[in-house]
């Protein structure tokens, strides 16, 4: 793609993917740590820039599904649980190490720390 076929877009501060953007030189080796929230999340997550999955599940009536030993039972809604905590895992893996490319945002370079701060400290009416 020819940078004048996007006249509007500041090419000194426009970065294409490369090889070493998207794989660490020593990737971590530790376990995946996960933080597991619920409720709504689409504000929060965008927030804290997270990386969420396209995988969700939701137990009606949790309460039911719980033995007396407060382990949730076997059942269909437990095997769905399994698939999300499992994808969330992948999920992990796929991103960790890719955290500083992955939030690295064209409109954010673009902004001074100027406009950043007017923007940011903001008192509300």
């Not at 997270?50 to 719980?66: D, L």
């Not at 960790?96 to 923007?119: G, I, N, Q």
Request: proline fraction near 6%; charged fraction near 30%; glycine fraction near 2%.
């Amino acid at each position: 793609m020819n940078p004048s076929d996007l006249p509007n877009i500041d090419t000194g501060l426009f970065r294409a993917p490369t090889n070493d953007d998207l794989f660490a030189a020593a990737p971590s080796s530790h376990r995946p740590r996960i933080l597991l929230l619920y409720g709504s999340l689409r504000v929060l997550g965008r927030w804290m820039r997270m990386v969420t999955i396209p995988n969700q599940s939701s137990v009606p009536k949790a309460f039911m599904e719980f033995d007396d030993n407060n382990r949730m039972k076997p059942s269909a809604y437990y095997d769905r649980i399994v698939d999300v905590m499992e994808e969330l895992v992948k999920f992990t893996l796929l991103v960790r190490d890719r955290s500083d490319y992955l939030t690295d945002r064209y409109s954010e370079r673009k902004e001074t720390a100027e406009e950043l701060s007017k923007r940011v400290n903001q008192r509300s009416i």
